[in-house]
């Protein structure tokens, strides 16, 4: 098994609109080759996270859930982004059948729905978990220590102070 990275923070995320915020931050801090895994039951906030981060990479067009083709490749201006969506994906054989060496290269990011799917057969650079709570998400980011990631720490406390 791959090794879990490291925990950057855990923050209440109050509204839709701040999960936006924490997913453009977070796609800012993004560097080609970074697989980022998107953890949360039905309905969590994992697609509006990937819509804010495609958004911040450039990406200007609609985000379609890939739900039956479990990935969209999008050509934005950092590079290409593969988002997956595999909640429908039924077993090994069908998750090992998409091109993980593709999805891996270091010369594009991919973002990935429901990564439990892949049994741990992709690493992740990224993983953000969200937990769904009477009012608003919980989120927990874990990922490597960027210096970007000040400004999502800021970000975060920031939005738990106000
Ligand atoms: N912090 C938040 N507080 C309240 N609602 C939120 C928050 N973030 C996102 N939402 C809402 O949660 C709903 C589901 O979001 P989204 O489609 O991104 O979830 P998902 O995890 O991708 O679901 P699925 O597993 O079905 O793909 C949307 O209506 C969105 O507006
Ligand atoms: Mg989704």
């Known amino acids: 098994m791959h090794a879990d990275p490291p925990l950057i923070g855990i923050a209440h995320?109050?509204?839709?609109?701040?999960?936006?915020?924490?997913g453009k931050r977070l796609g800012a801090a993004l560097r080609l080759g970074d697989t980022?895994?998107?953890?949360g039951e039905l309905g969590a906030g994992k697609s509006t996270l990937a819509r804010a981060?495609?958004?911040?990479?450039?990406?200007?067009g609609a985000v379609r859930s890939p739900s039956y083709s479990l990935v969209?490749?999008?050509?934005?201006?950092?590079?290409?982004?593969?988002?997956?969506?595999?909640?429908?994906?039924?077993?090994?054989?069908e998750a090992l059948g998409l091109?993980?060496?593709?999805?891996?290269?270091?010369?594009s990011i991919s973002l990935v729905e429901w990564p439990d799917?892949?049994?741990?057969?992709l690493p992740?650079?990224?993983?953000v978990s969200l937990k769904v709570l009477d009012k608003g998400r919980e989120l927990e980011l874990r990922g490597p220590p960027r210096t970007e990631i000040e400004s999502i720490l800021a970000h975060l406390n920031q939005e738990n102070d106000s």
């Open 117 to 121: 799917r892949l049994g741990g057969a």
């Open 99 to 107: 091109d993980l060496d593709e999805l891996s290269r270091g010369d």
């Open 124 to 127: 992740a650079t990224w993983r």
């Open 13 to 22: 995320l109050q509204a839709e609109s701040v999960t936006e915020r924490v």
């Open 53 to 60: 981060i495609l958004g911040a990479l450039g990406w200007r």
């Open 72 to 93: 969209h490749s999008y050509t934005t201006p950092v590079g290409v982004v593969h988002h997956l969506d595999l909640y429908r994906v039924a077993s090994m054989d």
């Open 36 to 39: 980022v895994f998107l953890e």
